[in-house]
C-alpha cells in the first residue's frame, strides 16, 4: 500500500495487543521487582522496566484520545491507573470526554484538584459541561473563575439543560455570515482562520441582532461562482432546533435528513448554538446500550471491572422487584397446593404454561414498544393491533398447544390433562398479547415511559396469571 | 421567526398531523360514497373526494422522502398502499430505500415491473444494490440492462459483498484529485460541478492508476492558501476501509474517530469507493434494534401492520425453542413429583427459586455480552470476571435468599424448608453467574456471534438448575 498507512480497525486492534503486551512486560518485571523486595534490587531489571515504560508511554502519545480512552475502558482497575498515569496531562481533558461515565469516574477518583484543573484547561464550555456532573463541587466552582465572561455564560446554560434535552448537547463552534456579502468575501474570511471547527459542513446566516436567517452549506460555497451574494445561495429553510428540543427526537430529524450539524436557535430565533452529528451518533449509540441494559435488570451502565459491591448496587433494584413477582406467583400456586397434592403432574406442566405465555408476551411487547419508539404506533391504533396480536396468540397457543398436549398424553397418559393444559396454553398466550398491546399504549396515554419495566410487568402477568388459568381449570374439571 | 421556517421535529409531526386529518376525510368520503353505491351518485361528494386526494398529494410532494416513508410505515395496509398510489413515480425509488424491509416488501407487491423499472431509473448503482435483493429476479435482470458498463459493474461489485461488510454499504459518490496541482486548481475544478455529492467532507487524492494516496478536506481547502500544492496539504495517514471489512467495525471506527466519509480501498490500496456516516448511522440503529428483537425472540424486523399470518411465521421459531427448553424444565420436575407429593410447598416455591436465577443470569450475560461487543472483554480476563460475577451472585443470593427463607419460614413455618430455600437460592444465582460469564467466552473462542440466544440458554440453565437443586436438596434433607 505504498506510503499510505492504513489505520483501519485492524491496525488498530494490532496497536492494542501491543500496548497489552508492554503491559503484560511491565506487570513480569513488577513482579519480579515485588519478589526481591529487600533483597539486593537488580538494576538491569529495573532499567528494562523503566525502558518499558517508556515505549508504554510513547504508543500511547500516538494514538487517538478515543483509542486510549478504550485502551483503559478494557484494563482492570491497577492497570488502568497505571497507564493513566503515563498519559500527558493536556491530553487528560480529551480522554476524559470519551471514557464511558463509571470508568471516567475511577480516573477523576485517581486525579488531585490540580490534575483535574489541568486537564479540565484545555477543554470548551460545552465539553466542560460533559465533565462537569462527575467533577468535585469545589473544583467546578474553581473552574468558573477561570473562564472568560462568554465561556462561564455558556458553561451555566449548557448544565442548565437536561441530560436529554438539545441544549446539553449542543456545542459553541459555530461559523456565522452575514446575508449581504459576496462568497469571495465568505471565502477570504474563511482563510483568516487556522482551521474550522470539526463537523463545519454549513455556516450560519445571521443578522445584525443576531437571529437565524439561514444556512450556507459549505457543498454550495464551493461550487457557486464567487460574486454571488451569500443570500441568493443559501437555504433560508434549513431544519433548527430548539434548545429544550428532546435529544431523541433530534437524532431522528439528524437520521432522516442526513445531517451532519445543525443551528439551535432560542424561542426568538437568534442563534445559541449547533448540534453535530458526532454527539447524535454517541446519543443512538447510548441510547440503545441502555435499552438492553435497562432489559436485563441493570440499572445503568457498569464499569465491567468495577467492584463486587458496586455491582451488587447497580443489580439489586431489578432483583427485588423480580422477588415480588415471583413471590406473587408463588402465591398463586400456594391458593391451589390440594389440587396439586392431588395431581402431581400440575406441578411439571405449570411452568411451560407460564413461560410460553411470558416468551410470547415479550414478543408483542416489544414489538408495539418498538413502534412507539419510532412512532409508528399511536394509541389509536390500538383496537387494530389487539385483534392482531390476539390472533397471533391464538394460533401460536393452539398449534404449540396441540404438540405439548400429545407430550403430554404420552408422559401422562390423561386426556383430560392435556385438554386442559392446552386451553391453559391458549388462553395464557391470549392474556399476554393483549397486555402486551395493552400495557405500553396506557403508559403512553399517561404519558409515561412505555418501555421502562414493561417486559417485568408482561413476565409477572403471564407467570401468576399462567398458574392461575392452569391450576384453575384443572381444579374445576379435572378434581 | 420572521422568515425562518422551523422544521424541526414538531413541526414535522404537524404535517404528518395534517396528512392523517387527510386521509381520515378521504376514508369518511369513500365510505358515503360506498354507501351510495348503486343510488345516484352525488356530485357534490365526488368533487369533495377529488379535492381531497389533490391536497393530500400536495402535502406528499412537500414532504421529504424520508418523511412519506416515515406516514407509509405508520399506516395500516390498504391506506399505506392509497397513499403509495399518490407519490409521484420519480420519487419513489428514493421512497424506496428509506422505508424499512418489511415495508419495502408490502409495497413493491403493489408495483408492476413497469413501476418499478421507473422507479429504478433514478438511482445510483450502491442504492440499486439495496433494492435489489427484494426486486423481482427479471426486474434485476432488465435493469443490468439499461445499465452502462460502469454502473452495471459497480452494481455487481457491490450485490457480490455481504449485507453487513463494508463493500456492500459504500457508495461511488467521490471526488478524486490528484497531488501535483494547487489548490487553487482544485477550487476551479469544484466550480465545474453543479452539486457536490452529499456528505463530502474530504477530496479523495489519487495517482494516475488510481492509488489512493491521500484525502484533503474539505476544510483544509477553505482554510489554505490557494497557492499550495495538494501534497502539502492532504493528510497522507487518513482512515481507510476494505470492502471486505466487517460494517460494525466501521462503524465503530466512525463513532471513534468522529468520520463523515471515509475512502474504501481495495489490497492493491486503489480507491473503491467511499463510507458515509449516514449509512453507517443506520447501520448502528438497525443493529442495536436487531440486538432487542432478538432478545425478545422475534426474528426479524417486523411490519407492525402485517398479517397475523406473517406474524406467526416471524415468531414461531423461538417460541418452539422455549417450549424444548420449558418440557426440559417440566421434566426435572418429573423426577421429583414423589417428593412433591409429600412436601406440596416446593411446588410453590420452585418458581421463585428459577425466576430469580434467570434474572440474575441475565444480568451477567448481557455485562458479558456488551463487554465482548465494545471489545473491552477478552477471554483472558474469563477468571477475573468468574470471581467477580460469582462473589456479585453470592452477595445477591445470600441476602434475597435471607429475605425469602424468612417470608417461606413465616408462610410455611417450616425452618428447615427455609434453609433449603436459602442454599438452592445461591447455588442456583451461582449457577446463572457462572454460566452468564464461560457461555459468552466459549462462544467467543470458538468464533461464533456470543449473543446469538445466549438469554435464552441461560433461562433455560437457571431454570432447569433451580428446579433440580431446590427439588434435589429438599429431597436429601427434608423428606
Not at 482562520?193 to 446566516?205: E, R, S
Not at 406467583?329 to 397434592?341: N, Q, T
Not at 410470547?360 to 383496537?383: E, K, L, Y
Request: with cysteine; aromatic share 6%.
Amino acid at each position: 500500500m505504498s506510503e499510505l498507512k492504513r489505520k483501519s480497525p485492524e491496525s488498530l486492534q494490532d496497536r492494542l495487543d501491543q500496548v497489552h503486551e508492554l503491559l503484560r512486560r511491565h506487570r513480569l518485571v513488577e513482579n519480579l521487582v515485588h519478589r526481591q523486595e529487600g533483597e539486593h534490587q537488580d538494576l538491569v531489571e529495573s532499567l528494562v522496566h523503566k525502558q518499558n515504560l517508556v515505549e508504554l508511554q510513547r504508543k500511547l502519545d500516538e494514538l487517538h484520545p478515543a483509542d486510549v480512552a478504550y485502551i483503559l475502558e478494557s484494563l482492570p482497575l491497577e492497570e488502568r491507573l497505571a497507564v493513566w498515569q503515563l498519559v500527558k496531562a493536556e491530553r487528560d481533558g480529551d480522554i476524559l470526554l470519551e471514557v464511558s461515565d463509571a470508568v471516567r469516574e475511577t480516573l477523576i477518583a485517581d486525579m488531585d484538584n490540580e490534575e483535574i484543573m489541568a486537564a479540565a484547561n484545555s477543554l470548551d464550555a460545552d465539553e466542560l459541561a460533559d465533565l462537569a456532573p462527575d467533577l468535585p463541587r469545589d473544583v467546578v466552582r474553581e473552574l468558573m473563575d477561570t473562564l472568560d465572561a462568554q465561556q462561564r455564560e455558556r458553561l451555566k446554560s449548557a448544565l442548565s439543560f437536561d441530560e436529554d434535552q438539545v441544549g446539553a448537547m449542543m456545542d459553541f463552534d459555530m461559523i456565522t455570515i452575514r446575508d449581504d456579502v459576496s462568497l469571495e468575501v465568505v471565502s477570504r474570511y474563511l482563510r483568516r482562520f487556522d482551521a474550522l471547527p470539526d463537523h463545519t459542513d454549513k455556516l450560519f446566516v445571521v443578522d445584525n441582532d443576531g437571529l437565524l436567517q439561514g444556512v450556507l452549506p459549505v457543498k454550495k460555497l464551493l461550487v457557486s461562482s464567487p460574486d454571488l451574494l451569500v443570500a441568493d445561495v443559501m437555504s433560508a429553510d434549513p431544519v433548527v432546533f430548539d434548545p429544550e428540543d428532546d435529544a431523541s427526537e433530534a437524532a431522528q430529524a439528524f437520521e432522516r435528513y442526513d445531517l451532519i450539524s445543525a443551528p439551535v436557535v432560542d424561542a426568538q430565533g437568534k442563534l445559541f448554538g449547533r448540534l453535530t452529528i458526532d454527539e447524535m451518533v454517541d446519543y443512538i449509540r447510548e441510547e440503545s446500550e441502555q435499552e438492553v441494559l435497562s432489559a436485563a435488570g441493570l440499572r445503568e451502565e457498569e464499569d465491567i471491572f468495577s467492584s463486587v459491591w458496586k455491582s451488587v448496587g447497580n443489580r439489586w433494584a431489578w432483583l427485588a422487584i423480580n422477588l415480588c413477582t415471583a413471590l406473587l406467583a408463588s402465591r398463586v400456586i400456594g391458593l391451589f397446593e390440594g389440587s396439586i397434592e392431588q395431581l402431581v403432574a400440575l406441578a411439571a406442566l405449570m411452568p411451560i404454561v407460564a413461560g410460553i405465555g411470558g416468551n410470547s408476551g415479550n414478543q408483542t411487547v416489544t414489538m408495539i414498544v418498538r413502534g412507539i419508539a419510532t412512532g409508528q404506533v399511536q394509541v389509536a391504533h390500538g383496537r387494530r393491533l389487539l385483534r392482531k396480536e390476539a390472533g397471533v396468540a391464538l394460533i401460536n397457543g393452539f398449534i404449540w398447544g396441540v404438540v405439548l398436549a400429545c407430550i403430554a398424553w404420552l408422559l401422562y397418559d390423561n386426556v383430560a390433562l392435556s385438554v386442559v393444559l392446552l386451553s391453559a396454553m391458549t388462553l395464557n398466550m391470549l392474556l399476554a398479547a393483549c397486555m402486551g398491546v395493552v400495557i405500553p399504549l396506557i403508559r403512553l396515554r399517561l404519558d409515561r415511559d412505555p418501555a421502562l419495566g414493561s417486559s417485568v410487568m408482561i413476565t409477572a402477568i403471564t407467570d401468576s396469571g399462567g398458574f392461575f388459568i392452569f391450576l384453575g381449570l384443572a381444579t374445576i374439571f379435572l378434581l
